[in-house]
């Protein structure tokens, strides 16, 4: 028997999103109990605590639909942000964002524009419309402004910008935004995607893009509360930017896609900046750990401006991973990124920084 | 803004959800949610999920448990089932993964139905051929039957009517054309009284799908959780578009916790099946037209529904109101709570002095 109903022919070329391996499944695989997940730039410290009160009172509303619209998420960010509220839209994380604007902006005929070892999502939301990915060389791990803006042409409609980049951890100062923002066919998207925007901002020359939204009705912001808020587990990202360029998007979109947990999850944790501090205090700590450990070890990385950090192994990095895992540690092969040679590891607790090396040690060992 | 938008999202009219009003004290009757709260066991899920404090970890992207769970309740296999973010996503995944752009595939639909049906299949560059269904009993019309459309949506029970179609007229039209997808929406199922009757069809025929949803049946419209059920050939082209974290951690919680505590939710829907029989039965004592429904609500036709609908709101008591021509002389009424329910008939007992 098979299946008659013939489907996209977009989706033959598809092969689905290969997710972080979670540690349930490591447990199994391996008969191992301690594991230490460094995969999937998770915030170490856990959910804020404002934000685990909130969801265990939340109980007695569970029955009725959530706010359409993120409502009170909607009114309270866009006061955090100096925003008007229809500047803003809200997504089942900001993956769900990103496929929504391929829904609504991509067809055959269409092209995107990323640069070479970009965050998937990208691509397949083009190869999910049909549309065509151009692949821009890097220029020293950053983003060629100038190549990006070659590469578009009046069938362009997004050029995608990771700012910091995964799984690279690089980013582009303002002059460069500029630059590509100047550039770009106004009949374009800019999408910056900021997912690590919090730990970013850390660097005194990460830029503040908002104030380039005054000048540039063509500029997306993407942001997310999975990675310094920690809320990856609900599922909740938003976009930034012309109230026009959500008025189709917000046809796509499903009419209750983020759930009630995720909003009032989302509102406690903006309250809690202690949470947040400690956030970006471990992380710096645990950079500079890594930087000295893996200097003592000779590995080559990439500075990072968010919580990962790009390892150059100058060698086939399969290996390297499973010899990892049989050790209790999960980390990110990025071969699908087309750096084979590389792992991207997520920068956790000290003693998850700790048990790392000494696993990363042992394993080079052999 | 000067960026060219797809042509068919250009075209499209948002799918317009009923009202969720944020001041307090409305009596809300116009969303078909339960109006009955989670089972303890739910509420202790969310509470774990919460307090666990696991929730900065992405969840996970399979949501192998609660499959499980309902693939060893169902007899079917693991593969068999797609979850997703409410049942919306599932019917989305349906359209993103089999309807072809550009190569004139048409959705066929009842009408009425769930309007959403049409807004998805527009989104993807089809259209939709719609079958109309009249009183006194809704029948599907003869010519659905053989159309030859990509995919037909059947909403069993089909709202906002209630109108449940026996077993052998899905057979039908998954049989008469085997090239056509049969996606039986099963938002509803539960008020129906019918059980699991329609996976055997998963089973038995190679083009039907069955989506359910906890939004309604199991009061879980907060955590937006649905499945659909089908052939593992079928499910693996629409696993591919899905996001890869679609669900959330409490969201998979709650479900599974909430699938597993079937007394609590059989007694609320046995309550809500009582009271949709009261309620049917006082609106036709008020010379309302209410044709049988298996669904948590009922439909309720009277000559000055859309008057009634204003007049109710200012009373703080919200019911579903469509301005199609079709629907226009009624109201459609989610089976509140019993108290819920007198205060309606109260108000329109007022209203009508
Ligand atoms: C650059 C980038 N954008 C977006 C995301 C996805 O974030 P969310 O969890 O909000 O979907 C990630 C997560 O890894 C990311 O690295
Ligand atoms: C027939 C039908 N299908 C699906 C849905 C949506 O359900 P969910 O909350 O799972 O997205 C509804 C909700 O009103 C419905 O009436």
């Known amino acids: ?366 | 803004m000067s960026i060219e938008i797809n042509a068919a999202v250009a075209a499209l009219e948002a799918y317009v959800p009923g009202e969720q009003p944020r001041e307090p004290g409305f009596v809300k009757l116009n969303t078909n949610e339960s109006p009955y709260p989670s089972a303890p066991a739910v509420v202790e899920a969310v509470h774990a999920a919460a307090t666990e404090a696991a929730f900065n970890k992405y969840p996970d992207p399979a949501s192998r448990s609660l499959r499980q769970t309902i693939a060893e309740s169902l007899g079917v296999e693991l593969g068999q089932i797609l979850a997703g973010n409410g049942s919306d996503e599932v019917l989305r995944l349906v359209c993103h993964a089999f309807l072809r752009p550009g190569s004139g595939d048409v959705i066929g639909m009842l009408d009425p139905t769930y309007v959403l049906y049409r807004t998805l299949a527009e989104m993807f560059g089809s259209s939709a051929r719609t079958f109309a269904t009249v009183a006194p009993d809704y029948a599907i019309p003869e010519a659905a039957y053989d159309t030859p459309v990509k995919v037909f949506f059947l909403a069993n029970p089909n709202p906002p009517i209630g109108t449940l179609y026996p077993l052998e007229q899905i057979e039908r039209l998954a049989a008469d054309n085997p090239a056509r997808l049969i996606v039986v929406d099963e938002a509803y199922v539960d008020f129906s009284g019918v059980g699991n009757a329609s996976i055997s069809l998963v089973e038995r025929f190679r083009n039907v799908l069955v989506s359910r949803t906890f939004s309604k049946s199991y009061s879980l419209a907060g955590l937006r959780v649905g499945y659909i059920v089908g052939r593992r050939a079928l499910i693996a082209e629409m696993e591919k578009i899905r996001d890869s974290y679609n669900l959330n951690r409490v969201s998979q919680a709650a479900a599974e916790a909430a699938f597993r505590a079937t007394e609590y939710y059989a007694d609320k829907t046995r309550q809500i099946c009582e009271d949709r029989a009261f309620l049917t039965e006082a609106l036709r004592r008020r010379g309302f037209e209410v044709p049988e429904s298996r669904g948590n609500f009922v439909f309720a036709r009277r000559a000055d529904a859309a008057e009634l609908y204003k007049s109710l709101k200012e009373r703080k008591i919200l019911v579903r109101y469509f301005s199609a021509p079709n629907l226009a002389d009624g109201l459609r009424i989610t089976i509140g709570t019993r108290t819920e329910i007198n205060t309606l008939l109260e108000g329109l007992d007022a209203l009508s002095k």
């Open chain 1, 1 to 366: 028997m098979s299946v008659l109903v013939p489907y996209r022919s977009a989706l033959k070329s598809l092969a689905p999103y290969p997710p972080g391996k979670p540690i349930e499944e490591v447990q199994r695989e391996f008969g191992l109990t301690n594991i230490v997940k460094l995969a999937s730039n998770e915030n170490p410290l856990g959910p804020s605590p404002l934000a685990i009160k909130a969801l265990a009172a939340e109980s007695s509303e569970l029955n009725l639909y959530p706010e359409s619209g993120c409502h009170y998420l909607r009114f309270k960010l866009a006061e955090h942000l100096g925003l008007e509220p229809n500047r803003l839209i809200f997504g089942n994380g900001s993956d769900e964002i990103v496929a929504m604007l391929a829904q609504s902006y991509l067809g055959p005929g269409d092209n995107i524009v990323i640069s070479e070892h970009a965050f998937v999502r990208y691509e397949m939301g083009a190869v999910m419309m049909g549309a065509e990915t151009r692949t821009i060389a890097r220029l020293d791990w950053r983003h060629d402004p100038v190549a990006m803006v070659g590469a578009c042409d009046e069938r362009t409609r997004f050029v995608f910008v990771a700012n910091p980049e995964n799984p690279i951890g690089s980013f582009n100062p303002l002059a460069d935004l500029e630059r590509i923002l100047a550039g770009v066919p106004r009949t374009a998207f800019v999408v910056l995607d900021e997912a690590y925007y919090e730990f970013a901002r850390q660097n005194a020359d990460y830029p503040e893009s908002l104030q380039l939204l005054r000048n540039h009705d063509n500029l997306i912001i993407l942001r997310t509360f999975s990675k310094a808020y920690g809320l990856a587990g609900l599922r909740i990202g938003y976009g930034i930017g012309h109230a026009d360029a959500w008025d189709p998007v917000d046809r796509v979109r499903p009419p209750f896609n983020v759930s009630r947990a995720a909003q009032t999850a989302a509102l406690a944790a903006m309250d809690d900046s202690e949470h947040l501090q400690n956030t970006l205090d471990n992380n710096a700590r645990g950079r500079e750990f890594l930087y000295e450990e893996l200097k003592k070890l000779g590995l080559p990385y990439v500075e990072t401006a968010a919580n990962f950090i790009l390892i150059d192994f100058g060698r086939p990095a399969m290996p390297i991973y499973d010899a990892l895992l049989r050790a209790g540690v999960i980390v990110r092969p990025v071969g699908i990124y087309k750096l084979p040679n590389h792992l991207r590891v997520t920068i956790g607790l000290p003693e998850e920084n700790q048990i790392f090396v000494d696993a990363l040690r042992g394993v080079l060992r052999n």
